[in-house]
């Protein structure tokens, strides 16, 4: 078969020439970081450490990382490389926990946004004769704006739907008839459902293919997606510290998620002795930066976790892939001793029959010991007068759980509809016991 | 002679019951039966009631989980020893009865036994055979 590609001369670059370019583009960087960002001739100084000792990409690992505590400590344009009068967007990410987290952009660092979501889109076969529907959030959010830049690049006609109204949402769908989407997976759901509460097929819509991402979801939740709204779903990967959405992107093999490794470079580390693991290894990911003006990050630690894969794609890319990433070292949880990923609880979900792909995980302490629950809802089809088979349904999510986790979880079948719908990241955490430690 | 009882899906929850009594109570329906089987965490609440259709509608609009499940409604003497006989038929003749509840008639001296059996159409012919009175939809309008 053939690959649809945005930009297949980038895209299929020979490594060689790929690894000189990083090099250039990596000594540029950090040339330009040490004289225009006091925060990092700083750290270089501390380091003793001299912009010509960069010689190449090889000696990324001398360079120091980047936190975002660093981004909050320079709240709110501390770490930026040029003058205000050169930047011409602002975004920021959603500070649950302090500070936000404020990115800027200059014209061409735009450029850069589209063109790497114009290749993420490109590469699930958009092209100019498509609709674009975009269901991410509009404003300081960059997946609105990230995922509209890319549709208007690439040419097509873009619909900034935004998030929430899932009726208008549907409105649109039917009567605007967008062959393309992007929202979280777990909005997509939300969609589905509709759908089938309405009687609406999925056939009567345009839709061919989806961008889905903002948060960490499962091949069985893409397969849920997949069957349900008849079309491929695509994984994307970014964040806003990086330039938002498009850092990474599947091709039509959806096996793994390539890197835009000529403007980004990854590293995966070891969290705790912060050295490179070997392909293969799963690691927290970090990146580079090389290319963008107004705010280059080194190093930036994304506390995202995931894995470079071996081995080239049939696609024909150069570019290194990223196995979808699991989940984040901060959504992670320490359940009595065992580290637990909601996205291993979805993937328990989704294989079984009678539930619905909703669920909400609830961790308490009682006395010195953590409880996990997991409220799980019963699809209206499978419920049944017989309470034997309903305790059956939750006895058998129990032992699934188990034998998962390693660790036993306290399965409480809720009705339908009862669990919250997200229309953009969905929280399925409730960590009750972070409220009474001090 | 089969009859039709409505079964509701509950949480364990403060007023989940109520909820139910409430949507049946505003759209003018009358619970001739109910009965509640809980396990821990949540409760199947089974009803016979006199509009089956309307109710089944109200219930579902208001977002409720329903199912209709086919029972047996037993007219049986109002005095001891009236219900053994029932049972021993449905003993001898390997008739599972899954649950079962109660109600007196407001129509006469009877007694209403609902009666879920694993074998619901053998149960039923054994019972009609047998003499004993079945009671039809109809006969719950009242």
Known sequence: MSYHMYNIEAETMPREELIKLQSERLCAMVKRIYEKVPFYKEKFDELGLKPEDIRSIDDIAKLPFTNKQDLRDNYPFGLFAVPMDEVVRIHASSGTTGKQTVVGYTRNDLALWGEVMARTLGAGGVTSSDIGHISYGYGLFTGGMGGNLGSETVGCATIPASTGNTRRQVTILQDFKPTFILMTPSYALTIAEYLEQNGIPAETLSLKCGFFGAEPWTEEMRGEIQQRLGIKAYDIYGLSEVIGPGVAYECECQNGLHVNEDHFYIEIIDPETLQPVPDGTEGEIVFTCMTKEALPLLRYRTHDIGMRMQGACSCGRTFVRLAKPSGRTDDMLIIRGVNVFPSQIESVLMNMEGIAPFFQMIVEREGNLDKLTVLVELTEEAFTDEVRKLESITKCVTENIHSVLGISAKVKLVEPRSIERFEGKAKRVIDKRKQISF | ?142
């Not at chain 2, 649950?99 to 609902?114: L, R």
């Open chain 2, 1 to 142: 002679m089969i009859l039709k009882q409505i079964s509701v899906f509950v949480e364990n929850r403060y007023g989940a019951i109520r909820d139910i009594t409430k949507i049946l109570a505003d759209a003018g329906i009358n619970i001739r039966a109910l009965s509640v089987a809980d396990t821990t965490d949540f409760g199947v609440v089974r009803m016979i009631v006199d509009k089956r259709k309307p109710a089944l509608k109200a219930l579902r609009e208001n977002g409720m989980t329903v199912k209709e499940t086919d029972v047996i409604a037993l007219v049986s003497d109002d005095r001891p020893g009236s219900l053994y006989k029932a049972l021993c038929l449905l003993a001898e003749n390997e008739i599972l009865v899954e649950y079962s509840y109660g109600f007196v008639s407001p129509m006469g001296d009877d007694a209403i036994i609902i009666l879920k059996c694993d074998d619901m159409q053998k149960a039923l012919s054994c019972l009609t055979e047998s003499g004993f009175k079945l009671l039809t939809a109809e006969d719950v309008k009242f």
